[in-house]
């Protein structure tokens, strides 16, 4: 019997790519599944020739030779075609949406629903104050908990009578089905994996295998977190299934806002006022820091907007070592309301002071910023 060529079989042209191919392949393969034609040997004979020329043409060196001899490039010293079988490792990807099963030609992993699956993480918001997370603290929570039912083990059913072996897979969790070549493995429908079917749910977890409760845990809280900061507490998170590890909590902390420091990375900021005079023949002010407060010396002449830096007054670095600044910046204040006596003062000073009301040349960062807008 001649074959047919593999190209016109999955419907491509010669110079398919490899995503073309696949598609082409999961289209026939799907079409002509033994499952969908329940004994038509036609369509299982469509299938074994979809998959045969899927395989070679898959593969570089058989398609080049292929491409090159034809059906006799990549025939055996026998004359029968040199399918090869690999193919169907990737099945899971190429039939997944349809059959729901991933374990085809046991090339998956078995007793997918008995086997040991970590828990999952949870997470805990926790909102602390600017300070605490300056300083850190031992914080104290409690944790909404599932754990493990203590009266079933997990098993859901009744101690001792409660489980029976399913009928349907004979306690295998998994299915057999052959047809032609192929070795199909799936996931028993009636116990779902586990082997076994409940005929009396435990009175504790009503047939759950989990009980519901609250935890009480200590979180130490380093100095230096801000909002975002995740604290991972291992193995406290909910339990793992079939006799997994338990999953993490996660600790999310929310660090609420301080009314006079602004945090920006390690670096703290505020704003002090001064008045004119203290700007004019300097001063000594005392300003805030996480620390109690410190004195800042303000030299005569201080500008509106002008920054001082304290340095290692800052955020301490988190895990680390070292703190970040605090930067004071100074704003002049000008009174809205004068007595006689202090606008006689600041008249007789006008009459001193040189008149500057001419615009000031651009600075040369201005000039530059516009150039590149």
């Not at 729901?100 to 998956?108: E, M, Q």
């Not at 926790?126 to 599932?146: C, Q, R, S």
């Amino acid at each position: 019997m001649n074959k047919r060529d593999y190209y016109e079989v999955l419907g491509v042209g010669r110079d398919a790519d490899e995503q073309t191919l696949k598609s082409a392949y999961r289209k026939m393969a799907l079409k002509y599944h033994p499952d969908r034609n329940p004994g038509d040997k036609e369509a299982e004979e469509r299938f074994k020739e979809a998959a045969e020329a899927y395989s070679v043409l898959s593969d570089p060196q058989k398609r080049a030779a292929y491409d090159r001899y034809g059906h006799a490039g990549i025939s055996s010293s026998a004359g029968a075609p040199s399918f090869d079988p690999s193919i169907f490792a990737d099945f899971t990807d190429i039939f997944g949406d349809f059959f729901g099963f991933a374990d085809l030609f046991g090339t998956g992993t078995s007793h997918r629903g008995t086997r040991a699956q970590r828990g999952e993480d949870v997470r805990y918001d926790l909102e602390i104050n600017f300070e605490d997370a300056m300083k850190g603290l031992h914080a104290e929570i409690l944790v909404p908990k599932t754990e493990i039912c203590p009266r079933c083990k997990g098993q859901r059913g009744e101690p001792g009578k409660g489980l029976v072996t399913c009928p349907l897979c004979r306690g295998q969790g998994e299915l057999f089905r052959q047809h032609g070549f192929l070795s199909i493995r799936s996931t028993c429908s009636q116990c779902g994996g586990t082997g076994r079917l409940i005929r009396h749910p435990c009175t504790q977890c009503r047939g759950e295998g989990y009980v519901h409760s609250e935890k009480r845990l200590k979180v130490n809280v380093p100095p230096g977190v801000d909002t975002g900061t995740r604290l991972r507490l291992t193995g406290e998170g909910n339990p793992g299934h079939n006799g997994g590890p338990p999953g993490d909590l996660y600790v999310a902390i929310k660090v609420r806002e301080h009314p006079i420091f602004e945090r920006i990375e390690n670096d703290l900021h505020c704003t002090v006022p001064i008045n004119i005079a203290q700007a004019a023949l300097g001063t000594e002010i005392t300003v805030p820091t996480i620390d109690g407060p410190e004195a800042l010396k303000i030299p005569e002449g201080t500008q509106h907007g002008t920054r001082f830096r304290l340095r290692g007054r800052g955020v301490p670095f988190l895990n680390g070592h070292g703190r970040g600044d605090l930067y004071v910046h100074v704003e002049v204040t000008v009174p809205a309301k004068l007595t006689r006596e202090q606008r006689k003062l600041l008249e007789q000073l006008a009459q001193t002071l040189p008149a500057q009301n001419e615009p000031h040349e651009r600075r040369l960062f201005d000039k530059v910023k516009d150039y590149f807008m």
